[in-house]
């Protein structure tokens, strides 16, 4: 438990990987399906520019299928979120867990000095968590 602590208090930017994914807000679902399927991401940030116009997750892939939406016709800027959390790459890895909890969200966005840099998801959280706890069991 005190490595789960120490790990909470580590920077959220080394959660941070590759390159952000991002799909044009034109896109439909299935392809914005597809670049989630090939890059192997849950989340794609929606439009090029800085700040992003939204952000679509699997969870609104799932949704819009579930109200019958045609993947094959509805784009993704329609079922994109807009109102995006931030937070600051040097924020605490407990910090950004409180954050999502409090405003109720899977995917916070990171940024470092105003530029989008990176997503953290609360499957990187658990993961990193979980992580933790394997370590101390092996030693």
Known sequence: MADALRF?????????GEQVVRVNGGATLCEAADIMTASAVGA???GDGDPPA??????????ALA???DPTATRTEEVA????V???GD??????AELMMEQYV????VQDKGRLVGIVSARDLLGAYASEDIDDEEQ
Request: hydrophobic share 45%; with cysteine.
């Open 91 to 96: 924020a605490t890895v407990s910090e950004v």
């Open 106 to 109: 899977r995917h916070v966005l």
């Open 44 to 46: 794609l940030i929606v």
């Open 81 to 84: 979120h807009t109102n995006l």
């Open 67 to 69: 109200a019958r939406k």
């Open 8 to 16: 909470g208090s580590l920077p959220v930017s080394v959660l941070t």
């Open 86 to 88: 931030w937070c600051d």
């Open 54 to 63: 939204g952000i679509v997750s699997e969870r609104d892939l799932v949704t």
